[in-house]
């Protein structure tokens, strides 16, 4: 019976349709954090439940799943080749790639597609990146480089180098994909012979497991020279967040991203199939963070005007969850050893706000629970806003120029504020901060009716 494989803590789980994933081991997959907040959201009485699969039994339980109803699958390692014989049909860029990760309901049994190829090409273009008429170089010659190779030519890529230290693989690969698409625009190679690639501008997509583990170095070639060719990179590793190899891009100032956002994505796809619903970037972002915070830890943003309570609302809301407090204009005076207004007056506003995003990006990074007081001008840069919302659920608290005007005239501490007349500055500044705080914010909160202690009761209750 299928019910003997679920997983333990998913036994009693209760729900009018159910969707799951067939895998083995298959434990801690994140899978359910996507499809139970999309059903939620879409208001779809349904449970996503992971079942772990004996190898042998994997025919009987796609067959029992179809017969009992379920709405839809996704088949994890190591499963997607298997899992194709246990099939009624087969969409062709899954037989092209020889996996399969999504079932979908069809007459007579379950079809077959594979959601990580689109899902990649998604998360890319959700990131401001683009393969089309890119050169890429690929690292990697296993299942998941057929998935990004295949992608790469069907989203418009003009020449993919496959580089593997065993070039047979890495020219069977390529063979394959030039022959599926009719071209000759794969190109292996062995990482013994790298330099053989022409010095260019390249994406590079990294689909090897170096990186997964604390001592691992950089994917396939140890040469810093080769990565200065990238102009974007991608390294299919989520956890850890950040791999060697995106350490060095993000060194050497190259945009790139690791790979929850192709989980996220290939989730979404599934789910659309399944339901027919169509996700919105603003629930795909929900989704996103519910990701984030399940692996990275939960980050709660309090963001505003100077003067607005961030500090004593974050402590309070620090105190309450256990939860790290960072304030990140005394981090970045503690760090530094100086005052905000001497940083100002040593370094100029634009450093400090460079600072401001320096520390940002490095708070993505760190796997714990944070409640985060933001300074008053650090939404306002466009590459924060992003990072806010990479960080976790962005609070607002919001009040008006008379309040804040009665909290910080005579406050030295505030080099903005240090004029003739500060509480015309403040209006002037609110009604340019307040529409991008709004942008920015996943909840607005008026801090003027309530206490702080209240405040951050509301936030909690919220989050």
């Known amino acids: 019976m299928l019910v003997d494989y679920l997983v333990e803590d998913n036994k009693n789980v209760t729900a009018k349709e159910y969707m799951g994933i067939f895998g083995n081991p298959i434990k801690h997959t994140l899978s359910p954090v996507i499809h139970d907040t999309l059903s939620e959201a879409f208001g779809i009485d349904a449970k ?19 017969t009992n109803g379920m709405l839809g699958l996704n088949i994890t390692v190591p499963f997607k080749q298997q899992v194709m014989e246990s099939l009624v049909d ?49 690292l990697g010659a296993g299942g998941a480089a057929r998935a990004v190779a295949y992608m790469c030519l069907k989203y418009g890529a003009n020449k993919v180098y496959i580089i593997n230290r065993t070039f047979e693989n890495a020219k069977k690969l390529a063979d394959d994909m030039n022959a599926c698409f009719m071209c000759e625009k794969m190109i292996p190679v062995s990482a013994a012979d790298y ?18 583990h604390e001592n691992d170095g950089l994917p396939l070639i140890d040469d810093v020279s080769f990565y200065e060719m990238a102009s974007a990179g991608v390294d299919l590793i989520y956890n850890p967040a950040k791999t060697p190899f995106l350490c060095l891009l993000k060194k050497l100032g190259i945009p790139c991203m690791n790979g929850l956002k192709m989980l996220l994505y290939q989730g979404i796809m599934a789910y659309e199939l399944w339901t027919g619903k169509e996700v919105s970037d603003t629930l795909s972002e929900k989704v996103y963070r519910n990701l984030c915070k399940k692996i990275y830890g939960d980050k709660i943003v309090l963001i505003g005007y100077m003067g607005v309570g961030k500090t004593t609302i974050g402590k309070h809301i620090s105190e309450e969850y256990g939860y790290k407090f960072i304030d990140t204009d005394a981090l970045i005076e503690q760090n530094f050893n100086m005052k905000i207004p001497d940083i100002f007056e040593k370094y100029g506003e634009m450093r400090f706000r460079e600072m401001e995003t320096e520390l940002l990006r490095t708070l993505t ?40 005007y009665s909290r910080v005239k005579g406050d030295k501490s505030r080099p903005l504020l240090d004029c003739e007349d500060p509480y015309n500055k ?14 920015v914010a996943d909840e607005c909160i008026d801090v003027t009716q309530n206490t702080p202690a209240e405040i951050a009761s509301k936030i909690i209750q919220n989050n």
């Open 195 to 212: 330099k053989m690639i022409p010095k260019d501008s390249y994406f590079m997509l990294q689909c090897t497991s170096i990186g997964l």
């Open 90 to 138: 087969i969409d062709p860029a899954a037989r092209a790639i020889g996996a399969v990760n999504t079932l979908v309901r069809g007459a007579g049994g379950f079809v077959g597609y594979n959601t990580d190829m689109p899902g990649l090409a998604r998360a890319i273009a959700s990131e401001g990146l683009k393969l089309q008429n890119s050169k890429v170089i690929l």
């Open 365 to 404: 990074t760190k796997n714990e629970n944070y409640v985060i007081s933001t300074g008053g001008g650090l939404p306002l840069r466009e590459e924060n806003q992003k990072l806010l919302k990479k960080l976790g659920k962005v609070y607002y608290l919001q009040a008006d120029a008379d309040t804040i």
């Open 426 to 439: 403040i209006c002037s500044m609110l009604a340019i901060r307040d529409p991008k705080y709004r942008s």
């Open 48 to 66: 996503y439940v992971p079942y772990q699969i004996p190898v042998e039994k994997l025919d009987a339980a796609v067959k029992e799943a179809y």
